[in-house]
């Protein structure tokens, strides 16, 4: 299958090389990444431990059969804009945040799935990637129900022996994940603390309530979501991934604008009654933004 992963750092860069195995794959980013890669391949160390090579570039090719984006959530627009030339097939989000599908479906015309991943990756130095965790990616219609371009999909992610389950309940397990990230990013990343710092004290409840607070947004609008499950939920990631820097931890270390927007942001804009965890949060990380001129 022709495959182009759209936002080759990290994540994209590790998904993108083990489907590399057995598909023809071209990773869009950055320089002095990309050339990297096409000039001596990707090396993948961590958790799996390969070589790759894709091919790598900083615009999309004319052509693709699946474009999987794993770009910031404020970045979803310019991607979709960019995947217009290459005209995919289908195009799978793996991002972070709700409204990402959205984004995509607008400008393009194939068909745009849902998906989540729970890999852990670290892009360690140009050409090569870290993977700190094996996980899975789980896709499906991102309205819910069964689809065959779905099963077709995740048929090309498992033969690359990447683990693959294809879901009816997309719309739940978006906002699942949006509970979880709502109560470890931003704490996690205004604390400067790693994930396991969140397993137990007054830090550990801050989270969970972030994380009730995503889940009655979530039945509000429509989504079945019991506040013991995103609780439940949260404690697991955190747990499984207590060495591990959040991504808007990493975000705020080096820099760069966050995900805030599309994640305690989110739960803001579509509550119907107050979130004072989820309010709070969003409003200390885009303090900090504004005081870096990341944000007008």
């Known amino acids: 299958m022709r495959i182009l992963v759209f936002g080759a750092g990290s994540l994209g860069s590790l998904i993108g ?15 002095p990444h990309v050339s990297t890669v096409r000039d001596q391949g990707l090396e993948i160390t961590g958790e799996i431990e390969t070589t790759t090579y894709p091919d790598a570039d900083t615009t999309v090719p004319d052509s693709a059969e699946l474009a999987i984006v794993t770009v ?10 960019a995947l217009r ?26 068909a745009v799935l849902a998906g989540t991943c729970t890999y852990g990756a670290r892009l360690v130095e140009p050409g090569i990637v870290g993977c700190t965790g094996v996980g899975t990616v789980t896709l499906g219609a991102r309205g819910g129900g069964d689809s065959a371009v779905a099963e077709r999909t995740a048929g090309a992610f498992e033969s690359a022996d990447v683990d693959t389950t294809v879901a009816a309940d997309m719309p739940r397990r978006l906002w699942e994940k949006l509970a979880i990230n709502a109560g470890i990013n931003a704490i996690t ?14 830090a550990g409840d801050v ?30 990631v955190v747990e499984t991934t207590a060495p591990n820097r959040s991504s808007m931890y990493q975000d705020l270390e080096a820099g760069q604008r966050t995900e805030i927007d599309a994640i305690n942001g989110a739960v803001c804009e579509r509550a119907s009654e107050p ?22």
């Open 275 to 296: 979130v004072p965890i989820n309010e709070t949060l969003t409003a200390l990380i885009e303090t900090w933004e504004r005081g870096r001129n990341l944000r007008s």
């Open 189 to 202: 990343a205004l604390a400067r603390v790693e994930n396991g710092a969140l397993a137990e004290g007054a």
């Open 85 to 110: 030339a290459a005209d995919p097939d289908v195009v799978l989000s793996l991002q972070n945040g709700l409204g990402n599908e959205e984004s995509l479906s607008e400008p393009l015309d194939g």
């Open 207 to 236: 989270a969970a309530r972030a994380a009730a607070e995503t889940a009655r947004v979530a039945r509000d609008s429509g989504v079945e979501l019991p506040d013991e499950r995103a609780i439940d939920r949260l404690e697991a």
């Open 72 to 81: 910031k959530s404020y970045d979803t627009g310019e991607a979709a804009q």
């Open 17 to 31: 090389g083990l489907l590399a195995a057995t598909h023809d794959v071209t990773l869009v980013g950055r320089e």
